[in-house]
């Protein structure tokens, strides 16, 4: 490694999979709802992961749906009405010097010519020239609370206006919290989104095949974590979604086990959670199949409990029902399972309503997906389950996961099973994004063989 390398993103390598005009598009829808105030809107800082060694850079995703502006020290304006042109880009100046160091910038020009801002200054400026640009406007929407370093600037800057009042200069009076507007925008896909999302969930899908076709008994986690993150990277993602998990036997009952370093034994089950990341949109898989490639009577039936739990919770995720219709429909499929098998006893509705069942099931059966993993959106309005509509998507995602506990038979111990796909609400029914990544046990055991 050669100085202080940060493996950030070359602007001008970015991925054009969204039409530029659709960000466009995004920043008048948010300019229309914030009347005569001013959106200040930064991207993530750098971080540091050890010493001068920094994680590889990844924009806000905020910031990033409005611009698809990848580089750091950046914060974008959006003025309403203003004549110059209403979105402003503060960002760095091209540097030969740097970018031998860590890579190419957009620079100035490059924000005009390459992001479609009207006007781009250097990100050094900001304290002279935003002052101006909060003159006179009411509301000043930003990222409140994500970046406190950089609240704390604009409040100091909000205080500059407010020093001038006496000049006739009026301050804006009230700071609002540009989420409200943007995460609802950001819930419900446009076109442009789902082809990115569809693209993310192909290469996820990928990655999963491969792993079932190499894994092998005495094979480490970690082995197939390479895997996944070879044919990320074959597939086009600069990086996953989030941290793999790669649990073998009893790691599969740890909900966020990631540290994928244990030998991979004969006759258990793995559990790979795993998704690539495209532009800055997140895919989201979990299969669970056997280690040498058979499943046990045992595994098999806890397998097709979860199996048909996830596919009840996908017929009940259809527009017109409401966000928590999906969970109950797996709820209801797994415990009357569990009951099935002898792992609990008494009455489906006794044991929903005492939550006995959490034993075995202890998370809910999704989340929005987007550009983040556990991406923006209320789960309920006004108090009320949100009701689903078209371009909503989200992770299907039922699991069981058998303790090792001395009062259950030996031969369900420390199964762990999770099947998970993402969807997209359609119109008239939805569409499984992940369907490419096999879960039928037929298909699974014909894979690895």
């Known amino acids: 490694m050669s100085g202080n390398t940060r ?91 740097r970018e031998t160091w860590d890579g190419r910038r957009a620079g100035l020009q490059g924000a005009v010519e390459l992001f479609d801002a009207n006007d781009a200054f250097p990100i050094t400026d900001i304290g002279e020239i935003l002052p101006g640009l909060l003159e006179n406007r009411s509301k000043v929407f930003c990222n409140v609370g994500s970046y406190p370093d950089f609240d704390m600037k604009l409040l100091g800057w909000v205080n500059e206006v407010k020093a001038k009042t006496r000049a006739g200069v009026n301050a804006p009076n009230e700071l609002v919290d540009l989420t409200h507007i943007l995460h609802e925008l950001r819930l419900i896909k446009q076109t442009d989104e789902v082809k990115v999302m569809k693209h993310a969930a192909r290469v996820s899908a990928a990655a999963h095949r491969r792993a079932m076709q190499v894994c092998r008994p005495g094979m480490m986690e970690y082995e197939l974590h390479a895997e996944l993150e070879y044919a990320f990277k074959k597939g086009g993602s600069a990086y996953p979604a989030y941290p793999p998990i790669v ?124 550009m983040d993993v556990h991406d923006v959106g209320d789960y309920k309005v006004e108090g009320e389950w949100r009701e689903l509509e078209p371009g909503m998507t989200f992770t299907v995602e039922p699991g069981l996961y058998i303790p090792g506990d001395d009062d259950i038979d030996a031969r369900w111990r420390e199964i762990g099973v999770r099947i998970e796909d993402d969807v997209l609400i359609n119109r008239n029914g939805n569409t499984i994004l992940t369907k490419d990544a096999p879960k039928t046990i037929g298909e699974i055991e014909a894979l690895m063989q």
Request: a negative charge.
């Open 247 to 370: 649990a073998g036997g009893a790691n599969a009952c740890v909900l966020h086990y990631i540290d994928n370093n244990d030998e991979l034994v004969a006759g258990q089950l793995v559990l790979i959670d795993a998704g690539a990341e495209i532009d800055c949109y997140a895919a989201d898989i979990t299969r669970t199949f056997p280690i040498n490639g058979k499943f046990s009577p045992e595994q098999r039936a806890i397998y097709e409990i979860v199996l048909a739990a996830q596919t009840a919770a996908i017929e009940k995720a259809q527009a017109g029902c409401h966000w928590n219709e999906p969970h109950d429909a797996a709820v209801r499929i797994l415990v009357q399972g569990l009951i099935d098998e002898g792992l609990l006893q008494g009455g489906v509705d006794e044991l929903i309503e005492n939550k006995s069942y959490r034993r075995f099931y202890m998370h809910r059966t999704g989340h929005w997906l987007g």
């Open 7 to 97: 493996g950030q993103k070359d602007s001008r390598d970015s991925v054009d999979m969204i039409d530029r005009r659709v960000f466009e598009r995004r920043r008048q829808d948010v300019m229309q709802l914030m009347g005569d105030g001013i959106a200040v809107i930064a991207t993530a800082p750098e971080r540091i992961r050890n010493r001068d060694v920094h994680y590889r850079f990844r924009p806000d995703s905020d910031f990033f749906y409005l611009t698809h502006f990848p580089e750091p020290e950046a914060v974008a304006v959006l003025c309403p009405g203003r004549e110059q042109g209403e979105f402003i880009l503060f960002c760095r100046e091209r540097d030969p010097e």
